[in-house]
């Protein structure tokens, strides 16, 4: 982890508290001190760094970073989500469970990240493989908010578990390895008709190579609306989503599309389920009173 062009104030910050605790890990040291926001480049990788500080050296290992949720009201800052990022390399497998394998975890109530980005940097499975989902953030606390960042992996790259979350500029890149169809944008985990959940894209672009479903229906009652958003030839033609293989999900899943653009955005092989919405259907997906934004987003929109 590089540490050259930490402020001396968080360095010393930094130290004081490896004397005081050693047994905390550099990231934890500082979200303890509430030292969590970051100006300078950091980059976070599984080779391990060190620095100097006089005639003492000290080792400062690589590591994953957990915020718990008695931290709340934390934020994570970057230079730029190209040059500034936090790096691990987990997955299901070597972690005892996809939930596990997460880059970042975020437990805690409003957090943010600024201009930064939450990679793994597993290798890309091959078709078949099993245990190779690589979350590269996983986030479980309410109302957390997303600005510029970016999320790169090859499997499960964001898992947006539970709570209200706010994305906006931000960049997905997801490596998913070769397949007749290379993954789903979503996987949406509404279990229930009476869960107030879902994903809303408004304002998105798709694009990359292959082929990829919308959505797959991780759950029965899955709900995901893309409106406004522009899509390459990237979306399968045939379908565009998928229903988990489970003709039953057919009845239950929310699967919307409005006002889309572009060669992927032509519905008419589109599955039978997926719904073409109007601008009044669409309406409740199209601002962040979807997550209820007005209580909470008033400084970000």
């Known amino acids: 982890m590089s540490l050259k062009n930490i402020s001396f104030a968080i360095l010393v910050a930094l130290l004081a508290a490896a004397i005081s605790n050693p047994y905390l890990s550099l990231w934890h040291r500082l979200i303890e ?12 990788t599984f080779i391990a760094d060190s620095i100097e500080e006089g005639h003492r050296h000290h080792h400062l290992p690589p590591e994953k970073v957990a915020i718990p949720t008695y931290k709340q009201n934390i934020t994570f800052q970057g230079q730029g989500y190209t040059s500034t990022a936090i790096v691990w390399n987990d997955t299901a497998t070597s972690s005892r469970g996809r939930i ?6 975020v437990f805690s109530k409003n957090f943010v990240a600024k201009n930064i980005s939450f990679m793994n940097a597993a290798p890309i499975p091959s078709p078949g493989d099993v245990g190779a989902q690589a979350v590269a953030i996983r986030i479980i606390g309410d109302q957390a908010v997303f600005l510029g960042c970016g999320f790169f ?3 499960d790259t964001l898992h947006d578990d539970r709570g209200r979350h706010y994305f906006k500029d931000c960049y997905i ?3 998913p390895g070769a397949k007749r169809i290379n993954g789903a944008v979503t996987a949406h985990g509404r279990a229930s008709k009476d869960e107030n959940t879902g994903f809303a894209f408004v304002n998105c672009t798709l694009g990359g190579t292959g082929r990829i479903w919308l959505g797959r229906a991780w759950r029965p009652y899955s709900r995901v609306i893309f409106s406004c958003t522009t899509m390459t030839d990237i979306i399968a033609p045939d379908q565009g989503w998928n229903d988990f293989y489970d003709p039953a999900r057919d009845q239950t899943v929310f699967f919307g599309e409005y006002n889309c653009s572009g060669a992927g955005a032509n519905m008419s092989m589109r599955a039978p389920y997926v719904q073409k919405l109007s601008a009044t259907q669409a309406s409740p997906f199209l601002s962040v009173a979807f997550i209820d934004g007005d209580q909470w987003l008033q400084d970000y929109i």
């Open 100 to 105: 596990y394998s997460g880059s970042v975890q």
């Open 33 to 44: 001190l509430g030292l969590a926001t970051f100006s300078p480049p950091i980059f976070a």
């Open 153 to 155: 992996g090859a499997q």
């Open 173 to 175: 890149q997801v490596d």
